[in-house]
């Protein structure tokens, strides 16, 4: 099943979940480097639809390794590289939503684009509030 197809680019599921995998085995790589990365992760992530470009992670599993340092790597490093995704918001199912308050809501890639960042501990009101942004 194709959930994404651009001019340049044809992504699946398990090839998005590849890329999911990559991009916190880069953070765990990070962490490592700083003695604080023991653990392997998985983490999963899916579009809301075929073609939406509103996406919906589900972080719960690796809710303990993340802290304001992991959206600070994955919005400055990780974001830029899946911008071909042309994603116009992002929803992280978390635990505690309130953790992340200090987190920017809206962040700019290539200066001009803007995405849209929520937390939720409910994934229905979270798709709710992603398909209404």
Do not use: C
């Not at 979940?17 to 999963?44: C, I, P, R, W």
């Amino acid at each position: 099943m194709i959930i994404y197809r651009s001019k340049f680019l044809e992504v699946n599921y398990l090839e998005l979940q590849h890329l999911m995998h990559f991009m916190f085995t880069e953070y765990a790589s990070h962490m490592d480097k700083q003695g604080l990365y023991h653990e392997v992760l998985n983490f999963t992530g899916y579009r809301l639809h075929k073609r939406s470009r509103k996406f919906l992670w589900d972080l719960r599993p690796v809710e303990h390794l993340v802290d304001e340092t992991f959206f600070e790597w994955l919005f400055q490093y990780i974001f830029p590289k899946i911008a071909s995704f042309n994603a116009t918001a992002i929803g992280f199912i978390v635990n505690e939503p309130a953790r992340y308050e200090k987190v920017l809501r809206v962040i700019r890639l290539f200066g001009k684009r803007e995405i849209k960042v929520m937390f939720d501990d409910n994934p229905e009101i979270l798709m709710q509030n992603l398909k209404a942004s």
